[in-house]
Structures are given as C-alpha cells and as structure tokens.
Nanobody, 121 residues
Framework: QVQLVESGGGLVQAGGSLRLSCAAS????????MGWYRQVPGKQRELVAI????????YAVSVKDRFTICRDNTNDTIVHLQMNSLKPEDTAVYYC??????????????WGQGTQVTVYS
C-alpha cells in the first residue's frame, strides 16, 4: 500500500518562504506524476503544481513564478514544493498526490494527509 507523508508546513509572514516535502513509501513504485493541491474551508481542492515523470511541470496561475515543484535529487519518490513570496491567500491545507503504480497493481491516485500552511500579514 502506497503511503504519502508530507512535511514542512507551518506559520510564516507574508513575503517569506516555506518548503514542503512529500515522501512515498511502497514497493517497486512506478510514478507517472507528482503534484500538490491545496484546499481552504468551504472551497474545492485546487491544483497548485504538478510534475510528470518526464520532468514537465504545470502551475496554477496564482503561484507561477513564486512556487517551484521538483523531484528530490537523491530519491525520486520524494517531491518538494518550494514556496517563495508567500501571500496570505496562499493559506490552506496542502496535499501531495502521486499518480503511480505499486508493483503489478493498477495505476492509482494516492494522497497525503495534508499539511497546514498559514501566511500572516
């Protein structure tokens, strides 16, 4: 069973930076894409950034040029989200998601438990 564990959330002043990380556990993972979503109470979960196995990235307009998604240099089952120039409107619970297959099982979407990011002005 694939499990995702996020880390790096917290409280930061507007203009500051945070780095989120998400690590996957499982056997013989074949990862197609890794992404970050966020959600605030009363709103739908929205895509923040995604990276494919080929290294292609896509960002929400609201975070483009401020956030960077990347795979870990030494462990390709870890994905990072570098968040710079944070704004109060970035406050949300951030979830990582992997579209992957474990061993011979079918491709599925897996989700982490979420990590809170709070940006104060």
């Amino acid at each position: 069973q694939v499990q995702l564990v996020e880390s790096g959330g917290g409280l930061v002043q507007a203009g500051g930076s945070l780095r989120l990380s998400c690590a996957a556990s499982g056997s013989s993972l074949s990862i197609r894409s890794m992404g970050w979503y966020r959600q605030v109470p009363g709103k739908q979960r929205e895509l923040v950034a995604i990276i494919t196995s080929g290294g292609e990235t896509n960002y929400a307009v609201s975070v483009k040029d401020r956030f960077t998604i990347c795979r870990d240099n030494t462990n390709d089952t870890i994905v990072h989200l570098q968040m710079n120039s944070l704004k109060p409107e970035d406050t949300a619970v951030y979830y990582c998601t992997f579209h992957c297959r474990e061993r011979y099982y079918s491709l599925k979407d897996y989700w982490g438990q979420g990590t809170q990011v709070t940006v104060y002005s």
